[in-house]
């Protein structure tokens, strides 16, 4: 038997009470925002597409069982997670006392969750895509001010996963999720790293959750791409623990690393955002994490253990020096003034440096076998997101070679979570790892 199960996570949640994960689960929606909420009104909030999709038959299904349902407030088609959609939603929300039944995949979910924080209420989402991991998460990523930020806020009470209409939705949409679901293998492993140097301690009752669910849903890609409802069922299952991991641990953690801070930096700089329909959350953290692998490749093959300590604090940067890099690299106005603030909150001073690489000499051999574990090599990465449909190559997001190579630099210094990338600046090793990376023979360059 399977243990650390959709079940067990549920238990160990604390906001949501209840997941139901099927066919036709479209149908009982109306019965589990019954157990959740009794006789609350109630109001379904989509966009164009997902009302067509789900909401319709969401609200007709509640009015046909005597429900008071106000009328569904539907953005237009593919509106941005921007705090202005936030402000516009919860005005309305405030008019009512009704509870809100988010229709949609990311962005509604994230509107919706943090619309109704804002408000104090609970609320209950209808998945329309096995798109991402947020609709159990914590926590809504934002855009503020045109930076992307994860904004606080508690998950959904209830979630309704139908699979016939997950499996009806675009292919890229499954391909996008599957590309989320891998960015944990990299965001586990920098996890790991903030752990042994005293960072961030891994918390016991999420890990084991963050390991065999997620290899067992990530298993199948070719399957999920043929449409096989197993590997839909598979894939569902797994972005739902991932959501509620988060949960358990208040913070994106445990499913957020370096991957996501290449996705999160290209989307701020509006790769795709124009398309129709925009490049999607997870597509760009599954390239994402074949850039983290590939660093992690590099860094794998370091004796770290070996590093001149003293040397690497000489070298080290002050606070002015680095700021000023930061400016440097960020001459966007919207984005610059954050990105200083967020790369200084994680700024260490030379002994804070030098007592850092102590530990990380201490643990290096240990630790370097333990993230070989955790990880696949970056051609594997590879290999799993092109049978599940995704891209795995710049291109084919339209990105050049030359920005990809700038984004390990510049990923780093928009959060200030501590990843890979921060271990690779801190050690002074991400320059080299990037020129290998990007050489002709290297795993970048190569396909060039
Ligand atoms: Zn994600």
Redesign the pocket.
């Given at each position: 038997m399977a243990d650390h199960t959709l079940e067990d996570a549920l238990r160990e949640a604390t906001d949501t009470v209840r997941v139901e994960v099927g066919p036709r689960a479209l149908e009982r929606v109306e019965s589990v925002f019954r157990e959740c909420f009794g006789d609350s009104p109630a109001i379904v909030v989509a966009d164009a597409v997902t009302f067509d999709v789900a909401g319709r038959t969401v609200d007709e299904q509640m009015r046909a069982a005597g429900r008071s349902v106000l009328e569904p407030y539907v953005f237009p088609a593919q509106p941005h997670a921007a705090l202005e959609n936030v402000e516009l939603l919860r005005t309305a929300l405030s008019r009512t006392e009704a509870i809100a039944v988010a229709v949609g995949s990311g962005t509604i979910n994230d509107l919706v969750k943090r619309a109704s924080h804002e408000l104090d209420r609970p609320y209950l989402v209808v998945a329309t895509a096995a798109s991402?991991?947020?609709y159990t998460?914590f926590g809504a990523?934002i855009t503020v001010d045109g930076f992307k930020k994860s904004l606080s806020c508690p998950a959904p009470r209830a979630l309704v996963a139908d699979l016939d209409v997950l499996a009806a939705a675009p292919p890229a949409m499954a391909a996008s999720g599957y590309g989320?679901l891998l960015?944990k293998l990299t965001a586990g492993a920098d996890w790991m790293i903030a752990d042994a140097l005293g960072i961030e301690a891994i918390d016991r009752r999420v890990w084991p959750f963050l390991q065999e669910p997620f290899r067992r849903a990530l298993g199948r890609p070719a399957s999920l791409a043929a449409g096989d409802p197993g590997a839909f069922a598979g894939l569902a299952e797994g972005l739902v623990i991932?959501g509620l991991t988060i949960q358990m641990y208040a913070s994106?953690r445990p499913?957020?690393g370096a991957?996501?801070l290449f996705?999160h930096l290209w989307e701020m700089e509006g790769l795709g955002v124009h398309e129709s329909p925009p490049l999607s959350?997870?597509i760009k953290?599954g390239l994402g994490s074949v850039a983290a692998a590939a660093l992690y490749e590099q860094l794998l093959a370091l004796d770290l253990d070996a590093i001149d300590i003293d040397a690497r604090v000489a070298a080290w940067p002050g606070e002015a020096e680095v700021e000023a890099r930061v400016r440097e690299l960020f001459p966007n106005p919207a984005l610059v003034g954050t990105a200083v603030e967020q790369t200084l909150a994680k700024y260490v001073d030379g002994p804070a440096l030098a007592e850092r690489l102590r530990l990380l000499v201490q643990a290096w051999p240990t630790l370097r076998s333990e993230l070989a574990a955790q990880l696949l090599p970056a051609a594997q990465f590879q290999q799993m997101l092109r049978d599940a449909g995704a891209p795995t190559h710049p291109g084919e997001v339209g990105l050049s070679m030359a920005q990809l190579q700038d984004t390990y630099t510049r990923a780093q210094m928009i959060r200030s979570r501590y990843t890979v990338l921060d271990l690779a600046v801190e050690t002074g090793t991400l320059d080299a790892c990037v020129d290998r990376l990007f050489a002709p023979d290297g795993f970048w360059g190569a396909q060039a």
């Open positions: 991402m991991d947020g998460a990523p989320d960015g991932s994106s499913g957020s991957e996501h996705s959350h997870g953290v």
